[in-house]
């Protein structure tokens, strides 16, 4: 079983749509979590970091969920703009901190 | 924010060449930065931790005779592909955290490695 598991993807949806992406993850010493984007054939840029108590940034809305080792990632009224891949990433302690990079879903969406 | 560069962006190469690439900090001092791999349709998949002052970090299954890396800066660590080959290609990607390695990380642009 891989550390970090993603929706398979990829997601097609019409501008204006509400997406949900799910990620698990199965290391208990993982301490922080993101959500990062990558474009085709660049580098990840990070979108934001999941709490605790959820947190909303714009149209982007991320939840984790510690007790089910779940972490989501929703956004509401989807842009062109926002295709892309979308990575759940945990940081996980252990001798030292790591990044653990899930597997990634492909968002595209359509005008 | 925080900016993380690479160089070169793009290498082609020779079967056995040695390849280096460098990594840097910017506007910041990194203790540690980390270097990735990525193939085709691929998440990025984690090679090995770059500790400053001392040995680097090395995930399971990377050769650390093929993957040299030092870190011989607070701005700058570099990864060397010894004796590339083919399947060697791949984009390689290092990232830096500058609040430590328990926070956010920024990436550098990543470099394409070609060996033909």
């Known amino acids: 079983r891989k550390e970090v598991e993603q929706d398979p993807g990829p997601f097609n949806v019409p501008e204006g749509a509400t997406v949900a992406f799910n990620c698990t993850y199965s290391n208990s010493a993982s301490q922080s979590f993101f959500w990062y984007r990558q474009d085709c054939r660049k580098e990840p840029k990070l979108l934001m970091s999941?709490?605790?108590s959820g947190n909303e940034d714009g149209r982007f809305t991320a939840q984790l969920n510690r007790a089910s080792q779940y972490i989501s990632l929703l956004i509401r009224d989807s842009k062109l703009s926002d295709s892309a891949t979308y990575l759940c990433v945990v940081n996980i302690r252990g001798g030292t901190y790591k990044y653990i990079f899930g597997t990634g879903t492909r968002l595209k969406v359509l005008a | 924010g925080a900016v993380v560069s690479q160089h070169p962006s793009w290498v082609i190469c020779k079967s056995g060449t040695s390849v280096k690439i460098e990594c840097r900090s910017l506007?910041?001092?990194?203790?540690?930065m980390f270097w990735y791999r990525q193939f085709p349709k691929q998440s990025l998949m984690l090679m090995a931790t770059?500790?400053?002052?001392?040995?680097?970090?090395?995930e399971q299954g990377v050769e650390k005779d093929k993957f040299l890396i030092n870190h011989a800066s607070l701005t700058l660590s570099t990864l060397t592909v010894t004796s590339a080959h083919p399947e060697d290609s791949s984009f390689y990607i290092c990232?830096?955290?500058?609040?430590?390695?328990?926070?956010?990380?920024?990436f550098g642009p990543g470099t394409r490695l070609l060996v033909l």
């Open positions: 506007d910041f001092q990194a203790t540690t």
């Open positions: 999941v709490y605790s």
């Open positions: 770059s500790n400053e002052g001392s040995k680097a970090t090395y």
């Open positions: 990232s830096a955290p500058p609040a430590g390695p328990q926070e956010t990380q920024y």
